[in-house]
């Protein structure tokens, strides 16, 4: 069984992620794949986060690093 299409071009129903129902589950699978590993590689820097901010901190007093600002969409972060 197809998705419904709301139009008949496709980018319609790309802007609302429609695909066939037959790809639901092996897409679901892929997604549960990635999730994992998202969740393993936070739990890593999660666990490393103060030894990273140290080692960061370190850089830029070292001058290995140079902060600076820079432009996100014409604004300034």
Do not use: C, T, W
């Amino acid at each position: 069984m197809d998705a419904v299409k709301f139009e008949e071009n496709d980018e319609a129903n790309m802007q609302y992620g429609l695909m066939p129902v037959s790809n639901v589950r092996e897409e679901l699978k892929k997604l549960e794949g990635h999730v994992k590993y998202l969740a393993a590689m936070a739990a890593q820097l999660e666990a490393r986060a103060e030894q990273i901010a140290e080692q960061f901190a370190q850089d830029v007093a070292d001058g290995k690093l140079l902060l600076k600002p820079y432009n996100v969409g014409g604004g300034r972060a």
